[in-house]
């Protein structure tokens, strides 16, 4: 079984600030580094440093080659990228504040120039049962779902950043959500901001009612995680590592958990395992290139049970 990741691939651009700059305010930062990430190309990341067989499909131009070379090194097969001659690559101002929370403003660049043939032919290469993971970074996302179904993929979605568009998109072919507690709160209508746990679990029964025949993935931040699946949950706390950098978090989590989940483990297994690898991955700077690799996970995983 093979994993392709259709999505975006971004140089990220991090400024470190003492705190998230205001409307109308000017704050000078106290570093930038730029990294190799996008929602996409970090979940490839996250799959291929988890040990699995993972495919990274993304749009770019020759700036960002740099950034598949990165993605390659972590054992993902970037070969079916396309690297357009006039292109420019996605790219991400990240403001980073002393506490490691972040906020984003992307340019699109390639990620949203895929032209309907690519995207046809990039998921001809896979066959009945494999995955193809997508997030809301790149255009597209109808053929993608249509061309997956007919293969008969298992279609894992990471709704991010949410629109409401999103909804048309056929959802009920859907096998894997996961969602934040933004995203959460949007698709499953839930009247209010959750607090804790009961609004966590309202929301993500809502979801799980909705679409019967997914797993739905609720990753809510400092609360933890828990994971759906028809009446059933189950839940794991957040690993409380000191936090760096939260960029590629959730990005993390979705790749970790994906793996653990393919190869066995339980509800609950897979979202121990992905806390931890979440929990490592803040505790240092960047995003694909903070992920850990299986065995640092596996070894904190084994002492913990
Ligand atoms: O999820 C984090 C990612 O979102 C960053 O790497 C940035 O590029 C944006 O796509």
């Not at 049962?129 to 809301?136: A, R």
Request: aromatic share 10%.
């Amino acid at each position: 079984m093979k994993f392709l990741v259709l999505g975006s691939i971004n140089l990220d651009m991090t400024f470190s600030v003492d705190h998230i700059v205001k409307k109308g305010e000017t704050e000078s930062s106290t570093g930038l580094t730029i990294n190799a990430g996008g929602k996409g190309a970090n979940q490839a990341a996250s799959l291929a440093k988890a040990g699995s067989i993972v495919y990274f499909a993304g749009k770019l131009g020759e700036d960002g080659k740099w950034v598949l070379d990165t993605l390659s090194s972590f054992g993902a097969d970037t070969t079916l990228s396309i690297i357009g001659k006039d292109e420019r690559t996605g790219e991400a101002i990240i403001q980073l504040d002393k506490s490691g929370e972040n906020c984003i403003l992307l340019f699109p660049g390639g990620n949203r120039k895929f032209e309907e043939e690519e995207v046809k032919e990039i998921i001809s290469h896979f066959d009945e049962g494999d995955y193809i993971l997508m997030q809301n970074e790149i255009n597209l996302l109808p053929v993608a779902f249509k061309e997956a179904k007919k293969k008969g993929m298992k279609i894992a979605f990471n709704p991010s950043p949410y629109e409401k568009i999103l909804m048309d998109l056929p959802l009920e072919d859907v096998s894997l959500f996961f969602v934040n507690e933004v995203e959460a709160k949007e698709m499953s209508g839930y009247g209010k901001d959750a607090k804790g746990e009961e609004d966590f679990i309202a929301m993500g029964r809502i979801l799980s009612s909705k679409y019967p025949d997914a797993i739905v993935v609720l990753t809510a931040g400092k609360h933890g995680a828990y994971a759906f699946e028809k009446a059933e949950y189950a839940y794991s706390p957040i690993v409380d590592y000191p936090v760096e950098d939260t960029t590629g978090a959730g990005d993390t989590f979705s790749g970790y958990f994906l793996k653990a989940l393919t190869s066995g483990s339980s509800l609950k297994e897979a979202l121990d395992i992905s806390s931890i690898a979440s929990g490592l991955a803040v505790s240092r700077k960047g995003a694909m290139g903070a992920m850990p690799y299986w065995s640092e996970v596996m070894d904190v995983y084994q002492k913990s049970i």
